[in-house]
């Protein structure tokens, strides 16, 4: 059963209203999503290939755990569940930090238009990789990658096709708040 998201207008405040998560993406309607960024003490962070079966991005690198919030569903709820979900990971809400709402809008094509308000955490990875469990139809691999790799990869854009095309600031933001906790 597809699920039924929020909607809220172009500031991130919610109108109230909610619609299936493909009427939404149809519309161009904005509405909520979180984002978890994890990284180890040794300054890697944790980076989830997206499903080749996935409509946007197949294949490309992104986010430790990324999906939206359902309509009902608090932003802390959204988190701790798309992390089991996604990398079979169970956390606490105060393992959590968040480092900020990024307002994101990609048209893919006519009927397809990503306006999302992503809800930005950072996480201590709390177990090794080889303890984690990917979702099969959401995941294709998981992989530690230094955070100095990932930040040379991004802001030199040398393998632009590689990596999800999320917006330099976002990205950067990320990179630099991860650098401070290490």
């Known amino acids: 059963m597809e699920e039924r998201v929020a909607i809220w207008d172009e500031e ?44 946007t991005y197949p294949l490309l690198w992104d986010v430790s755990v990324a999906g939206h919030i359902s309509a009902g569903e608090s932003i802390e709820e959204a988190a701790l569940r798309e992390t089991a979900e996604e990398i079979g990971l169970d956390i606490q809400f105060s393992d959590l930090e968040q480092i900020g709402v990024f307002k994101s809008v990609r048209k893919h094509r006519e009927d397809l238009i990503d306006c999302e308000f992503h ?39 040398a393998n632009p096709g590689k990596y999800v095309p999320h917006q330099p600031e976002y990205y950067k933001t990320v990179i630099r708040q991860v650098q401070k906790r290490l």
């Open 119 to 157: 809800h930005t955490f950072l996480s201590l990875l709390s177990k090794p990789i080889s303890q984690l469990k990917k979702q099969e139809e959401e995941v294709a691999a998981l992989k530690l990658l230094p955070l100095i790799t990932f930040a040379e990869e991004l802001w030199g854009m």
């Open 12 to 55: 991130g405040n919610p109108t109230g209203r909610e619609a299936l998560k493909s009427e939404a993406h149809k519309n161009g309607w904005f509405h909520p999503t979180v984002h978890i960024w994890f990284y180890t003490a040794d300054g890697r962070i944790l980076l989830q290939q997206r499903s080749a079966e996935k409509t």
